[in-house]
């Protein structure tokens, strides 16, 4: 069984930057595609950042926009998330997921669609 393993997740003030990676192993079948999603205390787990890792199409939530990059390395089974000019709001646990489906279907941002999760890196921006 695969599993997808997060990290660079911290304390920053609000402006700074951070990469979140997510390390997927042991998966014996191709995924195709993965996100980047968070979660508050007391909020639903919203959808950030999905990236079809065929074609390495991208889409973003309207809050992260311009502001955060999904990003793979495929030989190193590695997806990232560029996290620059954070804001309080960004503060969250955020996690990596990913399906075997061919397509989300165009529910790329919702948590259901997605079958495999990590652990969550957690993420702290201050004012």
């Known amino acids: 069984q695969g599993q997808l393993v997060e990290s660079g997740g911290g304390s920053v003030q609000a402006g700074g930057s951070l990469r979140l990676s997510c390390a997927a192993s042991?998966?014996?079948?191709?995924?195709?595609?993965m996100g980047w999603f968070r979660q508050a205390p007391g909020k639903e787990r919203e959808g950030v950042a999905v990236i079809y890792t065929d074609t390495g199409s991208t889409y973003y939530a309207d809050s992260v926009k311009g502001r955060f990059t999904i990003s793979q390395d495929k030989a190193k089974n590695t997806l990232y998330l560029q996290m620059n000019d954070l804001k309080p709001e960004d503060t969250a646990m955020y996690y990596c997921a990913a399906d075997w489906r061919t397509t989300c279907g165009g529910a790329c941002f919702t948590p259901g669609r997605y079958n495999y999760w990590g652990q969550g890196t957690q993420v702290t921006v201050s004012s």
């Open positions: 042991g998966y014996t079948y191709p995924i195709y595609y």
